[in-house]
């Protein structure tokens, strides 16, 4: 019983001599691209929501679409005869004066016009004619393209 506790730690007392730990200095990547693969998943997810407007049935095409870097503008006419500036509805006699704005502050591109398939013909194209009448001449109709079976 008279037996001391250095000696049951072995010789040097318990400490490990002659060997220190070094601090390490690299950077650990993994969080990093933990959380960078969870931001690019939710902005995949996001995107498609993002993109808000006038829920329109549009027929479809063989035309090839067309490349633009501006926001376009888009008078809509939906399948119950609403017209709509961007996604504000309006009514057929305000579609000119509110375009006519927009082009005074210096907007110059086309102007696209979508009409639902159950839209009424006459209806797109009383929009189109009023359109034109104003002095737009860079007009386009947006279709879908046609799907191959």
Do not use: C, W
């Amino acid at each position: 019983m008279g037996m001391s506790v250095g000696s049951q730690r072995g010789g040097n007392g318990g400490r490990r001599r002659g060997r220190r730990h070094a601090l390490m200095s690299e950077i650990n990547v993994t969080p990093f691209v933990d959380v960078m693969l969870v931001l690019l998943i939710i902005f995949m997810v996001a995107a498609p929501l993002l993109t808000v407007g006038v829920p329109i049935d549009l027929p479809e095409t063989q035309a090839r679409a067309l490349n633009s870097e501006t926001q376009p503008i888009t008078v809509s006419v939906n399948g119950d005869g609403q017209i709509y500036l961007q996604e504000t509805e309006i009514p057929l006699d305000e579609v000119v004066a509110k375009l006519q704005a927009i082009a005074q502050a210096g907007y110059e591109e086309r102007i696209y016009v979508r009409g639902d398939k159950a839209a009424d013909y006459g209806t797109v194209m009383r929009v189109m004619a009023r359109i034109s009448a104003a002095g737009f001449r860079n007009l386009g109709l947006v279709t879908l393209q046609e799907q191959d079976s």
